[in-house]
């Protein structure tokens, strides 16, 4: 094993780490305790004030009235008193979310909706709701979310610059076990963006415990080196990594640490590490590392139903004159039906018959198929239009109302391409596990018509795994609007 090179943060023989007169550091724990309540506070009076300023510029400013401002202020700690309490509920104000705010816009909006369904429930019961005015409403429901989600913005981007170089919110972690399951700890956590410094590795002193001591790795000391720096201060977290050690050692390093003032976690398995993702769950009550949850679990998949039979059928009713002309225009362009059938697998792999506007010469749906490329002298001319603008995909509204695909999904493939990438792309099957969509997350962003090399289909089955594992209504949302954009601005259409 080559040798490890582990960050050692700050010199201790200096006072940049805030050392108190009892030679005690004093930082990180506290502050990155702090934060998160900090940001919960600046939450709550930000959606407080948007509600009264909103008020304030529409009433003075706009209708040139007076205005009840009790009634507006009200209104805005009961809505920030639900937004807040949501989000903490949910963890949104721990630390590592708010240094890892990815999907936080998307939380924040998802749960306003639920604080304004509840306001406006309130206000109709007690019968106030004409007190308020339906733009205020709406411009304070904007102005309030994105504000929010500007806090949370800045509060990432601050903690980010804090945890640079062992700053204020840096936390250094120790790893009490000289293991190939403490070293790949190191690794990963100096790859992590939330400002993790790894202080060094400790040999636990267990006979039997290690897997991987010598090689070239550098051993920082032994089990008391570890507690000289904890109790110095130099330490924030213990992670034990010793995965041979038995029951009862096991329990006694946890005793021996567990009288220092640290965190103590156990790293469990060296495969636990290799998946990036995955939180601490319980199954039977016993804790498990939960690496994917079901698709649209719960009320996921009433929602997504409702949503597919909903627009489909407003769509269906909206584009039935277009429909007709471009099944009137195919018929007039010259003999062969004017729809075309083509097996495809459905939601768990089910055999289902997708439809589409005929656009080409042939229609093929054996064991070998022949995707269509520029130029395809087997695409109609009315064909080739219809399939630059998408509009070949329409007659699969009716796939939609009878449940054998959704709105947005992965893009199902013929059945000949699809044992053919079974076969070559590593969990390509996992796109089964929703129903195949007439646009997806693949395809607004790029990946759409043909697919001659397995790297570009590999790149579509990222982006459509990608959707399975991070579904949600406002998701779908997003991808239909993109949508709307990729058909008028067409790209990669053949």
């Avoid at 934060?35 to 009264?52: E, N």
């Avoid at 550098?218 to 720096?229: I, M, P, Y």
Wanted: glycine share 10%; net charge neutral; proline share 3%.
């Amino acid at each position: 094993m080559g040798e490890q090179r582990l960050s050692t943060g700050a010199d201790h023989s200096t006072g940049a780490d805030n050392f108190s007169s009892d030679g005690v550091r004093h930082r990180g724990p506290m502050a990155r305790a702090l934060f998160g309540d900090i940001v919960q506070f600046i939450d709550f009076i930000v959606v407080i004030l948007t509600a009264v300023l909103v008020a304030y510029v529409y009433h003075v400013y706009y209708l040139g009235s007076e205005f009840d401002i009790q009634y507006y202020a009200a209104a805005g700690i009961m809505s920030a008193t639900g937004l807040t309490a949501l989000m903490r509920r949910d963890g949104y104000y721990d630390f590592d979310q708010v240094t890892g705010a990815e999907h936080s816009a998307r939380a924040i909006i998802s749960r306003w909706a639920l604080v304004l369904l509840g306001l406006l429930a309130f206000g109709f019961a007690l019968k106030i709701s004409e007190n308020f005015s339906r733009v205020w409403l709406a411009v304070w429901s904007v102005t309030a979310v994105s504000s929010v989600i500007a806090v949370r913005l800045s509060a990432n981007a601050f903690v980010r610059k804090m945890s640079r170089d062992g700053g204020v919110f840096a936390r250094r972690v120790a790893v009490l076990g000289a293991t190939a399951l403490g070293v790949k700890f190191v690794e990963r956590a100096n790859a992590s963006p939330t400002g993790i410094i790894v202080d060094g590795i400790y040999d636990a002193g267990l006979a039997d415990a290690g897997d991987s001591q010598g090689a070239g790795l550098t051993v920082k000391g032994d089990f008391n080196d570890l507690v000289f720096a904890a109790r110095h201060g130099e330490i924030d977290d213990v992670v034990i990594a010793t995965p041979r050690a038995s029951a009862e050692e096991m329990q006694m390093l946890v005793r021996r640490l567990s009288i220092l003032p640290v965190s103590i976690a156990i790293c469990s398995n060296i495969h636990w590490l290799d998946h990036l993702g995955g939180a601490i769950s319980r199954v039977g009550g016993v804790r498990v590392l939960s690496l994917y949850r079901r698709p649209l679990e719960g009320w996921g998949s009433v929602i997504k139903r409702l949503e597919d039979y909903i627009l489909a059928s407003i769509a269906l009713v909206a584009l039935s004159p277009l429909m007709l002309a471009i099944a009137v225009a195919i018929k007039l362009q010259g003999k062969g039906p004017v729809l075309f059938a083509q097996k495809r697998h459905g939601f768990n792999n089910a055999v289902f018959k997708v439809y589409k506007f005929r656009t080409m010469t042939v229609a093929e749906d054996g064991d070998v198929i022949t995707q269509a490329k520029p130029g395809d002298a087997r695409i109609t001319p009315l064909g080739g239009f219809l399939r630059r603008y998408s509009l070949d995909e329409l007659p699969q509204l009716f796939n939609v109302i009878k449940g054998e695909m959704s709105l947005v999904g992965p893009r199902p493939h013929a059945l000949a391409h699809n044992h053919q990438y079974a076969r070559t792309i590593e969990n390509y099957s996992g796109r089964h596990k929703v129903k195949p969509g007439i646009t997806g997350w693949a395809q607004v962003n790029g990946y759409r018509g043909e697919t001659s090399e397995n790297e570009q289909m590999e790149e579509r089955v990222r982006y459509d795994l990608d959707y399975v594992d991070n579904w949600s209504l406002w998701f779908d949302i997003k991808i239909l609007f993109l949508t709307v954009k990729a058909v008028v601005f067409p790209q990669n259409a053949v």
